[in-house]
């Protein structure tokens, strides 16, 4: 692994006031799963993405651990371990879905010592991008080796130069509950719902999320969900790429008496380079029998998917998990 | 730039000077020559590297050295004393859970792990404890059962406080220590 | 819990019986010796810089730069070595096999993604990467041949310029009347089968270290290897070093499947850096090194036909085999698909076989020896054509190889390939399986299955393999010899020094078993020493499920002659004749008057003193000797695997798996569990999950564990396991070995059942491994399916 300077700030305003000072090649990290042992130790580089000069280290900064649940909802720190999240009593109460988007992260060796932040910050686990040898569009290269190479993992939705997927089982989840990051920078804090957080490689194939070089996620807040509200969580792994999702589905809605959809979103992992809201599924099941019409609404996905040579199974997969998942918090 | 380092690993408070970059995995094999703990694939994927960290089991090749500043490692070194076997690595041992034993000290931490939290597994829940620990030899069934005997033996000792399922702790040892340094330039 | 039942009776005080491991309270407790465990002083690091490309003229290697970085110490090109060191031959040959130069490190062109071109000498390793990154190749780009068939095609681009094609060697075998044979079939059954590239994969990667005394002129080499013997006697001739002035040592090796069964270009190249710089060096192999430039497995396809009568009689097998073998031939690569070849009948009686063999070159890593090495290709491709002829015929799987299994009456049997299977009992073991799975119940329960639209498969595979590796006579693949020395020492207690060098299987406790009954000493009192050439008597290593059945004979012949010593000895002692003095519990007694007895340890005290020997004996109790087998031995088993597959997602549950083994007699029955269920794992990971894959221009997409997807522990079922016990005639001990078993016969016994779970949509086959993708789009692409 490349050397590099160690910063330890001891509050959120040195962390930024030191990601300005070195500039562009200092990073932050949080638990390291990604960045040192992934990114860092295979040396994955590029003109796009040097190895970093600087690592920030935030495991200095107490106050960016700890979860608070209040009336008006969760507030996670970014580097609560995955492990402290799936543990939480008060947000399994209320948050079941992020529970279990968590819980379902690698291994617990990994959820121990992997933060909520990093989880979401992480970067995609496509193989080529991955590999050392491949020089792609999202190091910086000229070229996506999944265009004409082995895609089955690749994205059905929304690819363009770049076909990855996220790669963030909490990030899907999070986007379903509608919560927003809540982000430090030289010029003050901002919030940004997840909704407006992610970006495809249209808009920047270097980045996947609108965070700056010198800006640090420091919290999450998840709104209380409306009182019924219906959660699920589902993921599909087979074990190539690791615990990766093929695709996951998270789900959190309403119903009205008669099991009518009232509000609610459906975002899927695993299909796009985003988490994929899904408001075409939502939009036609507004109204109607959630059980009578799923099937049909969990179709549309298909109109939106624009599948590559070996993932069409993703499209099929996504409809019959979208609708299992559905129904499955139906109960 | 070296950084000094406090780390208590098996009990034993050890300080050091280290780069950023040295993992704690290396640390413990290289620097203090405690060779228990094994490389598998140094990319947080195969687990051999898996020690305790303030109570927790993580991958210590996942781990820089410098982040363990301030905290406690257990490594399997630290598992039992005098030349005896604890309860999980005779668990190991009667039903055969290893073969040629790279993996081993790496899931008799994860072992711990899932014991301390819940005392009682089932097959399952075994299972999927252990699915950041890959084993090339025994095809995993012998670990099971391995993990099993193991909660049996901890359960005819303590039988009380077996039923109390204990939570993990945060790990917050690193917050208590001074700042070593200030973070800007 | 599904364990082996102890159904059979041990055949000692401690032969037969589940004896827990004497390795493993070291290895539990962090204990172990590992190369990288072991620290010597002044240690220089070494990492390898390697080939991006998988075909390519270096034109320029600058390692300026990198040679100025603070504690690098050296860096070695292959320009440093052109007659220093000689060409690494393989040893497993074809008569016309083209053997291409295999220089140490590569000097002008490389031919695959992972080839070593230079190695850097450091402080240590971090800085040792540090330089590499500093060093600068500059390649020419050739055009990549990767895919088999494709390069044996005229004009297909060449990986050796110097060989006329890409067809590295061919390997014939024909018996029977094949021609008549199909003539006379009501049916000819074909197929393809892809048998994918896969990794052995152990836990612990390659790793060597290396330290040459010069006063002593002694060069010390400690290697993760399988074969300390062969790798020495390799050394000695490629660096010009006598083999008495060489020790290998192979400490605790984790794991290696076949993986560590080579002579590699690091392991020549790391003795060599000991012996200039003077200082030890060590080189531990990063996975994703391990990944690109450790030998691969398979890689084979094979187009089959199969004669067969419209009762289910087979009458001849023809198969033609592609074998991708890679660049370079390593040490067995040649002759693994040959094991192939020899096994294709598997368990049936079928009178004429044609098999055509050809091993091609491409822009890869080596193929060779991954657990079951030729045999496990063998067992597919026949179970799987047997199993399309059952569907062909419509004829129960159990009931096609019923009909065409050897009778257990027709041992010892030659086969068509010339081979004497030594003993059978093929249909009583299979009966066995079906008993255990309850088979007729779940045809039943598929057929309620199917009526709700749900996918169950069962698939069944019964295979023989090919052990006990070999008579030194045969060709190929041999293996010969093994040795042992047992030795009483003065205290009574007894040392066990094995030529055969184990890595995980737990000879330390086998060989102590055979040796504490043979000698009548408590089992705690035997220690078993091995992977050392400098205290171990000659050996070969351990591959080919030989350990047991030939290093364990050795141990037992050993053993014999001590006790028979040992009764000579204590004859004297007590004054009678030797004829009349047993061994029994420790002591050597008088037959007529047990209370004329001396113990074990007197005897040893008075071999060692020398004071009251027979006239002429030698002194001391310590004998060796060297079992060479006249014939292979030939376990077989029948595996069940039961699955559900998922209609929308693809994906395979396994539902059931049994497996009955019968690997002859048995020394410690919870072993061969670990073995026959650790082999079940890797072949249902071949099956489902594992691939090794290049792009389309030798780039190893598939070049991390995150990507190369070995299963973990919720990916695999319980195994339900039991034996049945025929012994071979081909060793004193009755046992066969059971080594690879496992991964022989899960493999078709997996695939079999997902077929056979799919045949509602008219799917005769797929390649694995049987991924959800892969899967759902068979189904997809059937239009039976929409």
């Known amino acids: 692994m490349k050397n590099f300077e160690l910063y330890e700030p001891s509050n959120v305003r040195e962390a930024v006031a030191t990601l300005v000072k070195i500039g562009p090649k200092a990073k932050v990290i949080g638990g390291g799963s990604d960045l040192v042992a992934g990114v860092m130790k295979d040396w994955v580089q590029g003109n796009g993405m040097p190895l970093p000069d600087a690592l920030v280290d935030l495991s200095t900064i107490p106050q960016l651990k700890g979860i608070k649940v209040d009336k008006t909802g969760a507030t996670i720190g970014a580097m609560t371990t995955l492990t402290e999240i799936v543990e939480s009593k008060d947000l399994q109460k209320q948050f079941s879905l992020l529970t279990q988007a968590a819980h379902s992260v690698a291994s617990p060796l990994i959820r121990n010592f992997g933060t909520l932040g990093g989880n979401i910050n992480q970067r995609p686990r496509c193989w080529f991008y991955r590999g050392a040898e491949f020089n792609c569009y999202k190091k910086g290269g000229d070229f996506c080796y999944s265009v004409g190479g082995d895609n089955r993992y690749h994205a059905i939705i929304g690819g363009e130069l770049c076909y990855i997927v996220h790669p963030s089982d909490t990030a899907t989840a999070l986007l379903a509950l509608n919560a927003q990051a809540k982000i430090a920078g030289p010029r003050g804090d901002r919030t940004v719902p997840f909704d407006q957080y992610f970006i495809g490689p249209r808009e920047d194939v270097l980045r996947e999320n609108i965070l700056k070089a010198d800006e640090v996620m420091t919290e999450v807040f998840i709104p209380t969900p409306a009182p019924g509200t219906k959660q699920a969580w589902s993921k599909l792994k087979n074990r190539q790429v690791y615990d990766f999702a093929i695709v996951s589905v998270a789900a959190a809605f309403t119903t009205d008496a008669s099991g009518n959809w009232a509000d609610g979103r459906v975002v899927l992992g695993g299909v796009a380079p985003v988490p994929y809201r899904a408001t075409n599924i939502e939009n036609q099941l507004k109204g109607k029998n959630v059980k009578n019409s799923i099937k049909q609404a969990a179709a549309t996905i298909r109109t939106a998917a624009r599948p590559m040579s070996m993932n069409a199974y993703k499209v099929d997969v996504a409809q019959t998990m979208v609708e299992r998942t559905i129904l499955g918090a139906l109960g | ?185 | 819990m599904a364990q082996i039942k102890q159904t059979i009776k041990p055949n000692g005080k401690y032969m037969g019986r589940r004896i827990m491991r004497k390795e493993d309270p070291r290895l539990l407790s962090g204990k172990g010796a590992y190369v990288d465990d072991i620290h010597l002083p002044n240690t220089a690091h070494v990492a390898f810089l390697r080939s991006e490309h998988a075909n390519a003229r270096i034109t320029k290697l600058d390692i300026s730069r990198a040679r100025a970085l603070a504690g690098v110490i050296q860096i070695v090109t292959g320009a440093d070595l052109r007659g220093v060191v000689e060409n690494i031959p393989p040893m497993g040959v074809l008569p016309d096999l083209f053997v291409p130069q295999h220089p140490v490190l590569a000097t002008d062109r490389v031919r695959y993604v992972g080839e070593p071109i230079a190695a850097v000498l450091a402080e240590n390793p971090y800085i040792a990467q540090d330089a590499l990154e500093l060093i600068h190749v500059e390649y020419d780009p050739l055009p990549v041949v990767v895919e088999m068939e494709k390069a044996i095609e005229p004009g297909s681009p060449l990986v050796h310029e110097q060989s006329k094609s890409n067809v590295a060697g061919t390997f014939k075998l024909d018996s029977g009347d094949i021609e008549r044979a199909f003539r006379k079939a009501d049916r000819i059954v074909t197929g393809r089968f892809v048998n994918q590239r896969v990794a052995p994969m152990p836990m612990e990667a390659r790793a060597v270290q290396a330290d040459y005394q010069a006063g002593e002129k002694m060069l010390t080499v400690w290697s993760a290897t399988q074969i300390p013997h062969l790798l020495r006697s390799s050394l000695s001739r490629l660096l010009k070093v006598p083999e008495n002035r060489l020790r290998v040592i192979a400490p605790d090796v984790g794991g290696a499947f076949g993986g560590k069964l080579n002579v590699y270009r690091e392991e020549v190249l790391l003795p060599l850096l000991a012996m200039r710089l003077g200082r030890p060096v060590k080189w531990i192999e990063t996975r994703r090194e391990n990944m690109r430039a450790m030998i691969h497995g398979r890689d084979q396809i094979n187009y089959v036909e199969l004669a067969v009568t419209k009762d289910g009689r087979m009458l001849g097998l023809k198969c033609r085999t592609l074998a991708d073998i890679g660049a370079y031939p390593q040490m067995l690569t040649a002759a693994i698909p040959t094991l192939t070849a020899i096994m294709a009948t598997g368990c049936y009686k079928i009178p004429a076989l044609s098999f055509e063999l050809t091993d091609v070159f491409t822009n890869k890593m080596a193929t060779d020896a991954y657990r079951g090495a030729g045999r496990p290709e063998a067992t597919y491709l026949i179970e799987r054509i047997v199993d399309m002829a059952a569907a062909e015929l419509k004829m129960d799987p159990a009931e096609i190889r019923s009909r065409n299994f050897l009778k257990s009456s027709e041992f010892p049997f030659t086969t068509p390939s010339g081979l004497i299977y030594d003993s059978g009992n093929y249909k009583t073991c299979m009966d066995k399986a079906l008993d255990l799975a309850g088979y007729n119940k779940l045809r039943q329960q598929q057929e309620r299955a199917r009526k709700q639209g749900r996918l169950m498969g069962i698939g069944l595979s019964t295979y023989v393999e090919i052990c006990a590796m070999g008579p030194a006579t045969s060709d190929p693949p041999g293996g010969g010899w093994e040795s042992a020395t047992v030795r009483i020492e003065p205290s009574g207690k007894v040392t066990v020094l094995s030529g055969a060098s184990p890595h995980g299987q737990g000879e330390e406790t086998t060989y102590a078993q055979i040796a504490a009954d043979q000698l009548s000493v408590p089992f705690d009192d035997v220690t078993v020493i091995h992977g050392d050439t400098a205290s171990v008597p000659p050996g070969v290593g351990t591959f080919g499920s030989r350990n047991t059945a030939v290093g364990g004979t050795a141990v037992y012949m050993s053993a014999q002659k001590i006790r028979t010593k040992m009764e000579a000895i204590a004859a004297n002692l007590l004054e009678i004749n030797p004829k009349n003095i047993v061994l029994r519990d420790g002591t050597l007694q008088s037959k007529l008057n047990p209370k004329k007895s001396v113990s074990v340890r007197e005897v040893a005290r008075a071999a060692y003193t020398a004071k009251k020997l027979p006239p002429g004996m030698e002194p001391g109790l310590s004998e060796t000797s060297f079992f060479s087998p006249k014939n292979y031995t030939f376990p077989f088993g029948t595996h069940v695997c039961v699955v559900e597959v998922e209609r929308e997602t693809g994906e395979v549950k396994i539902i059931k798996y049994v497996a009955m083994d019968d690997c002859g007699k048995v020394i410690n029955p919870m072993t061969v569990e670990g073995q026959v269920q650790g082999g079940i794992a890797q072949g249902l990971g071949q099956a489902l999950y594992e691939e090794i894959i290049y792009d389309d221009n030798g780039q190893l997409v598939t070049g991390s564990l995150m990507d190369y997807a070995f299963p973990k522990a919720t990916q695999l079922p319980e195994y339900i396991c039991d034996r049945t016990e025929t012994p071979t005639t081909s060793n004193p001990l009755g046992v066969k070995g059971v080594g690879e078993a496992g991964t022989i016969g899960a493999t078709p016994a997996l695939v079999n059942a997902v077929v056979d779970a799919l045949a509602p949509y008219g799917i005769q086959h797929l390649d694995m491994p049987l991924k959800p993708e892969k899967v759902w789009r068979t189904i997809e692409e059937k239009p039976e399916a929409r």
């Open chain 2, 1 to 185: 730039m070296k950084f000094p380092v406090e780390i208590t690993v098996n009990g034993v408070k050890r300080r050091s000077e280290v780069e950023p970059r040295l993992l704690l995995v290396h640390y413990l094999r290289d620097v203090l020559e405690i060779t228990g703990t094994h490389v598998g694939c140094e990319t947080g994927i195969c687990g051999a590297c898996t020690v305790h960290l303030d109570d927790e089991a993580v991958k210590s090749c996942m781990v820089l050295a410098v982040q363990a500043d301030g905290c406690s490692v257990t490594t399997v070194e630290g598992l039992a004393s005098d030349g005896t076997l604890d309860d999980v690595q005779q668990g190991f041992w009667e039903e055969h859970g290893l073969q040629c034993g790279y993996c081993t000290p790496g899931l008799l931490m994860s072992a711990h792990d899932l014991l301390r939290k819940s005392p009682n597994p089932s097959a399952e829940e075994i299972r999927r404890a252990i699915n950041g620990n890959l084993c090339r030899c025994t095809g995993y069934q012998t670990i099971v059962h391995s993990i099993q005997n193991a909660a049996q033996k901890m359960r005819a000792k303590k039988p009380a406080a077996a039923k109390q399922v204990q939570p993990a702790k945060l790990r917050t040892s690193k917050r208590k220590r001074e700042q070593r340094r200030p973070a800007t330039v």
